[in-house]
């Protein structure tokens, strides 16, 4: 998985032991990762531009396009134009989707 600034939010455990499961090749693995990423990437952003002003949406996306991996920045500037708490947000958010993937999987 690429590394975001949300990444410490995140507790995949439970989902890559039952990744490491349910496949037979790492190409498998790689494919379904790549998946999850892509999930978790979106939910995340969806998650933080529904709360942030939409007059903002467009200059924290280019904070975040320009450095994807910087906490202090990205969290600074969230927690300046949002009043709940946004990681405890994005961290339930994430947990939800996590859960949902492993149900998928599962099944």
């Known amino acids: 998985m ?55 949406h467009v200059e924290f996306l280019t904070l975040f396009y320009k450095s994807p991996h910087n906490q202090d920045l990205l969290f600074g500037y969230l927690k300046n134009k949002i009043s709940e708490n946004i990681e405890e947000l994005l961290s339930q958010e994430l947990g939800l989707v996590s859960d949902e993937i492993l149900s998928e999987i599962e099944d």
Do not use: G, M, Y
């Open 2 to 56: 690429s590394k975001l600034f949300f990444d410490h939010l995140l507790n995949l455990d439970k989902l890559d032991k039952q990744i490491k499961k349910v496949t037979k090749s790492s190409e498998e693995r790689e494919e379904i990762w790549l998946l999850v990423d892509e999930i978790v990437h979106h939910k995340a952003l969806e998650c933080i531009l529904d709360k942030l002003p939409k007059d903002a």
